[in-house]
């Protein structure tokens, strides 16, 4: 069988005495979408910043592409990993932040351009060609040079969005990358996700946008305080539910949407 | 009252060249403040507590010592530590000395400034902490503290009057000189007092150019 693109085994992490993450187990295979869905608080993006090594985990293994994040056990014991092993690794990984985390000192063809050029040593001429076709992507070629300050919300999450794929990564990361928006940019920011999806890109996506789980998703893992309480494909998950507490939070989205 | 301007214009070449040494003390100090407040500024925030507490422990002292007394200090007991200079290098020493902390500081705070979440954009892309630093937490910084960056640099240009008592041939001390020489005190006063609002009106100038420079992308386009 193909080696998953993910695979997350006994994971626990806390921050002091608060445990966030319980033995959570989950593998994503490739070209999958996962969505981790739950109540805030629930661990949900620690979790996501733990598969890039934003957050350090304290048990358990993550691998991704078959290498173990963020630590080195090649002595037996685990140490963690030099900062350029780490720095080569996040490479391949991409993240989309709720907060958009744009540079507001770049154009949007900066924001994407430079990291190229810094990371790939890429040249000026090659890395703004390169930008430029991923913006354009993201439909956003006619904004390239404006500063995210001149920009929507969601054409600043596009630009992020821009920004990591330009790096040719084999995973994409999205925590909310929709919580921000004003309801009505959120549908640009989840097509540009929908497309990518199609093209095969592997994704894990924490979201409150159940509809996209649902439509979207291989996948939903729905989390309560720091454990996996179901995991399957979202017509089980979210049409069926069986947990009280699963039931619960679905039906405040149900009630929500009512009116 | 008398006011008579004639006094002066022997003067005149003296009073260049004092103002020459008070622009050539504020430059040389400040870019000496600036280069020195950046390594105070980075061991006060290295994870490596006993750098950053003797960093801060340089802050409170000189921030709490008055500049003259860190011109005494090295131009007056500097030969007992071997250090001896010239009242030029040792004032602007001294310059550089007392406003190194609080550039450590106008340059901690730039740093806070900056969201947690920039920087994190960079790590999750595989940048190297170098090139966040001088790509994204540097640039954000300095929109963040031009303002009081400005405002350091126009304090350290009067501070070089300080100099004078170490006998700097600055502007202040030609000033002196001339007014015990020709009992001219207020026409002296007079020429001393435009001499410090040419330079620092000139650095406001120039702090304003530079501080709509670094914003220039805050401002939103229509």
Known sequence: MAQDMVSITSVSKSFGSLRVLHDVNLSVQKSEVLCLIGPSGSGKSTLLRCVNFLETYDEGEILVEGRLVGY???????????????CA???????????????????????????????KGMSRKDAHSKAMATLEKVGLAAKADGYPAALSGGQQQRVAIARSLAMEPH?????????????ELVGEVLQVMRDLANEGMTMIVVTHEIGFAARVADKVAFLDG????????????????EEPRLKQFLQTYHERSQF | MSFDLSAIVPYGPAL??????????????????????????????????LLSACALAYTEIIRGTPPLLVAFFIYGAGPSFGLVLEPLPAGIFALSIHGSAYMAEIYR???NAVPRGHVEAGVSL???????????????????????LINALIVISKETSVLSIISVPELTYEVQKMSIETFAAFESLFALAIGYWIVVSSITKAGNFLERRVTRHTVRSA
């Open chain 1, 72 to 86: 080195d056990q090649s002595s037996g014991t685990r140490r963690l990993m030099r900062g350029s092993q780490l």
């Open chain 1, 89 to 119: 690794m996040r490479r391949s990984i991409g993240m989309v932040f709720q907060h958009f985390n744009l540079w507001p000192h770049m154009t949007a063809l900066d924001n994407v351009a430079d990291p190229l050029r810094q990371v």
């Open chain 1, 226 to 241: 720091g454990r996996i309480v179901r995991c399957g494909p979202p017509r089980e998950v979210l049409n069926s539910p």
């Open chain 2, 109 to 111: 705070v730039g740093f």
């Open chain 1, 171 to 183: 995973l994409m990361l999205f925590d909310e990358p929709t919580s921000a928006l004003d309801p």
């Open chain 2, 16 to 49: 260049l060249s004092g103002l020459a040494n008070t622009l050539l003390c504020w430059i040389a100090g400040s870019l000496g403040a600036m280069a020195l407040g950046f390594v105070v500024v980075l061991c006060r925030l290295s994870p490596i507590r």
């Open chain 2, 126 to 148: 595989g940048l190297t902490p170098f090139a966040i630093f001088r790509r994204v937490q540097a640039p954000e910084a300095l929109v963040a503290i031009t303002p009081s």
